[in-house]
Structure formats: structure tokens, C-alpha cells
């Protein structure tokens, strides 16, 4: 079993920066890619980015392109979320996942989700 736990979340001025982590442990495997899914409440849970764990390419949703930059720490089985230029619209609860081999949008498709950690973006 994969147990993820996310970390960084609060409340921050729009403009401003947060850094997400999801700290992986149990058994985990290079070939894993790591997603980055966001749910705000009554909407729809939306994909943020991923990136692979094995050479760290990454993808990203056209709405944090440019803001949101994912990275790994493969010696602490971690990965960030650095957000910079939040805007309110960025508010939600940010989950980290994982599926083997390749990353994908789908978030049924990933096999392990944390527990969530909310970021509030004010005005």
C-alpha cells in the first residue's frame, strides 16, 4: 500500500504563493506518476498537473500553466506544488495521487489519493 499525505495548504492574499507537498511512503516504484486534482465545493474535481517520477516530465491544465510548477524529491518520496500569482479562483481542496506508469488526466485512473489540503485564496 502507497499512504500520501498533503501538506502546505492555508489562506493567502490573491497574488500571493503557497507550497504544496505530498509525502509519499510505503512501497513505491520509479515508474509511478504523480498527480496534482483540485475540488472546490459543488464543482467538479478538476486536474491541476502531473508529473513522472522516473525523469520528472511534466503536464499541466491550461488554467495554471505558467503559474503552478511541479517538482520531486525522489530521495523523500515527495512532491511540490509550488503556486505563485493565486488568484480566488485557485480556492479548493488540493488532493495528490498516484497510478503506475504514465500520467493522465482521468483521475479514476490513479490508484492512491491523499486526504486533501484546502487553500483558500482571498480577494
Known amino acids: 500500500q502507497v499512504q500520501l499525505v498533503e501538506s502546505g495548504g492555508g489562506l493567502v492574499q490573491a497574488g500571493g504563493s503557497l507550497r504544496l507537498s505530498c509525502a509519499a511512503s510505503g512501497r513505491t516504484f520509479s515508474s509511478y506518476a504523480m498527480g496534482w486534482f483540485r475540488q472546490a465545493p459543488g464543482k467538479e474535481r478538476e486536474f491541476v498537473g502531473a508529473?513522472?517520477?522516473?525523469?520528472?516530465?511534466?503536464y499541466y491544465a491550461d488554467s495554471v500553466k505558467g503559474r503552478f510548477t511541479i517538482s520531486r524529491d525522489t530521495a523523500r518520496n515527495t512532491v511540490y506544488l509550488q503556486m505563485n500569482s493565486l488568484k480566488p479562483e485557485d480556492t479548493a481542496v488540493y488532493y495528490c495521487?498516484?497510478?503506475?506508469?504514465?500520467?493522465?488526466?482521468?483521475?479514476?485512473?490513479?490508484?492512491?489519493w491523499g486526504q486533501g489540503t484546502q487553500v483558500t485564496v482571498s480577494s
Open positions: 495521487a498516484a497510478r503506475a506508469f504514465r500520467a493522465t488526466m482521468a483521475g479514476d485512473e490513479y490508484d492512491y
Open positions: 508529473i513522472h517520477w522516473s525523469g520528472g516530465s511534466t
